[in-house]
């Protein structure tokens, strides 16, 4: 089992930056693949980045085309956590934001495994 607690959701305006934070207990942190997705209202939960490991000490990052060059992941193993640093948001980024593990795939919700509560991110304009 892995436990995952967001935080750091909030209103904001265009062109701000925010941090969303992720907490993570329970069984080895380190070989899972962690994400951030978002889900709007009526909508599918969408991937926004996520962290692979690729042995050793090397994890590998990727992002939606929709965030690249303004969203960045950054894992903390010693921690058990991994953030999503947002900067330049804009309104179409309102969503909820949930971080999520999985032991098996990346892109795709299904993939993921455990899921943390979610958090809100509101951009006005």
């Known amino acids: 089992q892995v436990q995952l607690v967001e935080s750091g959701g909030g209103l904001v305006q265009a062109g701000d930056s925010l941090t969303l934070s992720c907490a993570a207990s329970?069984?080895?942190?380190?070989?899972?693949?962690m994400g951030w997705l978002r889900q709007a209202p009526g909508k599918e939960r969408e991937f926004v980045a996520g962290?692979?490991?690729?042995?050793?000490?090397?994890?590998?990052?990727d992002y939606a085309e929709s965030v690249k060059g303004r969203f960045t992941i950054f894992r903390d193993n010693s921690k058990n956590a991994v953030d999503l640093r947002m900067s330049s948001l804009k309104p179409e980024d309102t969503d909820i934001y949930y971080c999520?593990?999985?032991?098996?795939?990346?892109?795709?919700?299904?993939?993921?495994?455990?899921w943390g509560q979610g958090t809100q991110v509101t951009v006005s304009s």
């Open positions: 999520a593990a999985s032991a098996d795939g990346l892109y795709r919700s299904s993939e993921y495994d455990y």
């Open positions: 329970g069984r080895t942190f380190s070989t899972y693949a």
């Open positions: 962290t692979t490991w690729s042995g050793g000490s090397t994890y590998n990052a």
